[in-house]
T-cell receptor, first 113, second 113 residues
Framework: NAGVMQNPRHLVRRRGQEARLRCSPMKGHSHVYWYRQLPEEGLKFMVYLQKENIIDESGMPKERFSAEFPKEGPSILRIQQVVRGDSAAYFC???????????FGAGSRLTVL | AQTVTQSQPEMSVQEAETVTLSCTYDTSESDYYLFWYKQPPSRQMILVIRQEAYKQQNATENRFSVNFQKAAKSFSLKISDSQLGDAAMYFCAYREGAQKLVFGQGTRLTINP
């Protein structure tokens, strides 16, 4: 079992470009969560998805950010027209239905120049 | 909204000694879960220990144990026989709703040889 796989591990974008971060959950996990970690801070919840459904996006900025978890393929966190304040580590976690514990990926570090 | 507070930004301990990391939280719920996660320099989020609020017995995992005081809304982590590999950021987290975790700001633990 390969665990939660995130890629890329590091992504550099210039202001105004788009960033796409991918997350493949653990085998058998149907729930995916995205968290953002700014430097020297704890993780902040962004969005919770099941296959083809967004369950809770209360932590997602209203503009420029979107997330999906299609029937086939990884979950994608998309940030349009990135700004310097988007520079952070983005963590994905997954769990099976009804589980009490999330398993985290290693994170994707986005740097906006 | 639920909040999690870690009042110690940094802690240090001599190798082989014991250290306690503090965490308090605020909630009006009676049934919830609490977690301690470790984040080493690799940035991987690793689950250390979890506690169900309905259980009075404090959770223990090898050298790691918690002191859960529900009435005081306190959830401290004790690390016994500290090892160099324990050096990391430690995050306390509260589970809110369906798997959404609320994290504290973190405590950076240094182990002195």
């Amino acid at each position: 079992n390969a665990g939660v796989m995130q890629n890329p591990r590091h992504l550099v974008r210039r202001r105004g470009q788009e960033a796409r971060l991918r997350c493949s959950p653990m085998k058998g996990h149907s729930h995916v969560y995205w968290y953002r970690q700014l430097p020297e801070e704890g993780l902040k919840f962004m969005v919770y998805l099941q296959k083809e459904n967004i369950i809770d996006e209360s932590g997602m900025p209203k503009e420029r950010f979107s997330a999906e978890f299609p029937k086939e393929g990884p979950s994608i966190l998309r940030i349009q027209q990135v700004v310097r304040g988007d520079s952070a580590a983005y963590f994905c976690a997954s769990s099976p239905l009804g589980a009490n514990v999330l398993t985290f990926g290693a994170g994707s570090r986005l740097t906006v120049l | 909204a639920q909040t999690v507070t870690q009042s110690q930004p940094e802690m240090s301990v001599q190798e082989a000694e014991t250290v306690t990391l503090s965490c308090t939280y605020d909630t009006s719920e009676s049934d919830y879960y609490l977690f301690w996660y470790k984040q080493p320099p690799s940035r991987q989020m690793i689950l250390v220990i979890r506690q169900e609020a309905y259980k009075q017995q404090n959770a223990t995992e090898n050298r790691f144990s918690v002191n859960f005081q529900k009435a005081a809304k306190s959830f401290s982590l004790k690390i016994s026989d500290s090892q160099l590999g324990d050096a990391a950021m430690y995050f306390c987290a509260y589970r809110e709703g369906a798997q959404k975790l609320v994290f504290g700001q973190g405590t950076r633990l240094t182990i002195n040889p």
